[in-house]
């Protein structure tokens, strides 16, 4: 039986993977689509109105800042749960652990396959999502890279068991 306090650290690394890998990928993600949309001409503040139009329909383009901030916090919540998604996953299976980059890349592309195939379809979101080569290989590109690796990284810093922990808690400098 695990000891009490082994049980609490243990939680807590989890927790502080989750967290860590959710901040920054979603950090990454919405500079990535704020970025993207500013290209296109749009505004931080309409994108973060379209991320609001899947709980909200087309009113979240006349929601002003509210519905922005609705969809910020909802673009975290939503990164934040792809990361407790890895977190479990890679928990169970070691092969996850041992191969963290290559699991991560592809996490990150699973997790644009199920927004843009099963999320966004399911939402209020008002306007038709494309797809085109383009998309997938930059949607590919960024989410391997912005989503999938930080939150694979996070999980290796702070909660990795098969010995590849690195970070504060490991005695390892992670080189």
């Not at 749960?81 to 479990?88: D, H």
Request: charged share 10%; no cysteine; aromatic share 8%.
């Amino acid at each position: 039986m695990a000891r009490p306090d082994a049980t609490a650290s243990a939680s807590r690394s989890l927790l502080a993977a989750i967290a860590a890998g959710g901040a920054v990928a979603g950090t990454i993600d919405i500079v990535y689509a704020i970025v993207s949309a500013g290209m296109n001409g749009r505004s931080p503040i309409w994108l973060l109105q379209a991320v609001a139009s899947g709980l909200l329909g087309s009113e979240a383009f006349d929601g002003g800042l509210g519905a922005a901030l609705l969809g910020l916090v909802a673009h975290f919540v939503i990164a934040t749960g792809a990361a407790a998604v890895f977190v479990l996953i890679a928990r169970q299976v070691k092969a996850v652990q041992r191969a963290w980059i290559v699991s991560g890349l592809a996490f990150g592309i699973g997790v644009y396959l199920v927004m843009n195939f099963v999320v966004l379809p399911l939402s209020a979101v008002p306007f038709r999502i494309t797809h085109t080569v383009s998309t997938f290989a930059m949607g590919f590109l960024s989410h391997g890279l912005g989503i999938g690796l930080p939150i694979a990284a996070a999980f290796r810093l702070f909660a990795a068991v098969d010995g590849s922990k690195t970070g504060p808690d490991s005695g390892d400098s992670g080189n």
